[in-house]
T-cell receptor, first 116, second 113 residues
Framework: NAGVTQTPKFRVLKTGQSMTLLCAQD?????MYWYRQDPGMGLRLIHY???????AKGEVPDGYNVSRLKKQNFLLGLESAAPSQTSVYFC???????????????FGQGTRLTVV | AQSVSQHNHHVILSEAASLELGCNYS??????LFWYVQYPGQHLQLLLK??????LVKGIKGFEAEFIKSKFSFNLRKPSVQWSDTAEYFC???????????FGKGTTLSVSS
């Protein structure tokens, strides 16, 4: 049981380049999240999804796009990377309707992105 | 909108000292509350959670937290910390009925041996 898997684990981009981060979960969770973690800022929510085909903006959505075409995958895209997007990105998933009281989130290992 | 406030940015303790980390949340509905821990270089792991019932919840590694609805608080406690508890601790709220899981800014705990 892999849980939540993020790829890639590390990436260096030049300003203006684009990339997609992939998050995959095998727990049949409905909800998926993308956070960025910066020193002193905690985890800030970028976008999230409450089901296949749905997405919603979080606290810091600018400069990012997401898609949830399949229930198990949640993609985070950077169309034109900027140095301010240097961060550690975490994906998480939670919630199955079979256990509606349990919204514990499971996290991936993180992606360290540097934009130069 | 939901929000989470953690009062302590950095806490420094000696081994065997007692720990209490503050967390207050802002949300008008039924809440799910969590404490997560992040050890250096690792991803977040769940310490404990509160959904309903007994407001005093016990988690892994001797941690516990008390939900006080009237104070909108969910403080984390441990009677005697160990050097291995050195980590960053995050309080979180939400994640039900289509709401997102929102985190506080985190508290760095440093325990000296």
């Amino acid at each position: 049981n892999a849980g939540v898997t993020q790829t890639p684990k590390f990436r260096v981009l030049k300003t203006g380049q684009s990339m997609t981060l992939l998050c995959a979960q095998d727990m049949n969770h409905e909800y998926m999240y993308w956070y960025r973690q910066d020193p002193g800022m905690g985890l800030r929510l970028i976008h999230y999804s409450v089901g296949e085909g749905t997405t919603a903006k979080g606290e810091v959505p600018d400069g990012y796009n997401v898609s949830r075409l399949k229930k198990q995958n949640f993609l985070l895209g950077l169309e034109s990377a900027a140095p301010s997007q240097t961060s550690v990105y975490f994906c998480a998933s939670s919630y199955t309707p079979l256990d509606i009281l349990n919204t514990e989130a499971f996290f991936g290992q993180g992606t360290r992105l540097t934009v130069v | 909108a939901q929000s989470v406030s953690q009062h302590n940015h950095h806490v420094i303790l000696s081994e065997a000292a007692s720990l209490e980390l503050g967390c207050n949340y802002s949300y008008g509905g039924t809440v799910n509350l969590f404490w997560y821990v992040q050890y250096p270089g690792q991803h977040l792991q769940l310490l404990l959670k509160y959904f309903s019932g007994d407001p005093l919840v016990k988690g892994i590694k001797g941690f516990e937290a008390e939900f006080i609805k009237s104070k909108f608080s969910f403080n984390l406690r441990k009677p005697s910390v160990q050097w291995s508890d050195t980590a960053e601790y995050f309080c979180a709220v939400g994640g039900q009925a289509g709401t997102a899981l929102i985190f506080g800014k985190g508290t760095t705990l440093s325990v000296s041996s």
